[in-house]
């Protein structure tokens, strides 16, 4: 690859709940989506996986899940809890299940790792995942120095009050003009409906339209953008 400006589109939550498979894979072929982080725990993974074999041009990484939390009345609360990020032990265990499980539905190590709510941010997840992408040879979300993480594109705030205006055709517009040269990934998290409990809900649909707006590939191939995965980290330089 140059030095141009090249820009992985990664969808969060594949797997989570067929709702947001048919969201994420409706973004991947009407939309600018080029990259997907499976959750291997829920029913809908098994689905998910099974699409990443038939479209190899997707890259998929591991979305570690060790819990979700909500903020309530000014502290954090758990809404599920798969085992508590403070058992370094059992942290550790469950990641080594999920990235195993992933490397049994995918049949291949994931393109790249991050985790749920960031967990991975914070001792002791980070070490540990750290280690685990040193070994594999794959970037972990914020600890890379081949990719640029930008969480921009997301409609809420850190304690979940809604942000349409960061959702909407315009700010992406806005983000896409500001990319730096180099590998940026781009989260996102769309749904083509919300079957499942969850804290970003209306958001998920909203993020699909923009995601699928013909106007938006427009602005990126005017603004000289290349559309690419994680595959590409891999690839020659042109």
Avoid at 96 to 103: P, V
Wanted: hydrophobic share 35%; proline share 4%; glycine share 6%.
């Amino acid at each position: 690859m140059g030095s141009g400006k090249y820009l992985i589109v990664n969808a969060d939550d594949f797997g989570q709940s067929p709702g947001i498979n048919r969201g994420i894979i409706e973004s991947f072929e009407n939309g600018i989506v080029t990259s997907a982080s499976l959750m291997v725990r829920w029913p809908a993974a098994a689905d998910a996986a099974r699409y990443g074999r038939e479209h190899s041009d997707l890259s998929v990484g591991l979305h570690v899940d060790l819990g979700e939390w909500e903020f309530q009345h000014g502290t954090w609360v758990h809404c599920y809890e798969v085992v508590s990020v403070e058992d370094i032990e059992a942290s550790q265990n469950e990641i080594a299940r999920q990235l195993a499980n992933f490397q049994e539905m995918t049949g291949r190590n994931p393109t790249h790792l991050d985790s749920h709510q960031h967990v991975h941010r914070s001792e002791p997840i980070r070490s540990f995942l750290v280690e685990i992408a040193d070994r594999i040879g794959i970037p972990l979300r914020d600890f890379s120095e081949k990719v640029r993480y930008c969480g921009a594109f997301y409609g809420q705030t850190s304690e979940g009050d809604s942000l349409p205006t960061n959702i909407n055709r315009d700010a992406l517009t806005q983000i896409l003009s500001a990319l730096p040269c180099g590998f940026t990934e781009l989260a996102c998290h769309p749904a083509k409906e919300i079957d499942i409990p969850s804290l970003y809900r209306d958001e998920r649909l909203e993020e699909l339209k923009v995601l699928c707006d013909r106007q938006v590939r427009e602005s990126i191939e005017r603004m000289d953008i290349e559309l690419c995965s994680f595959h590409d980290l891999s690839r020659p330089e042109k």
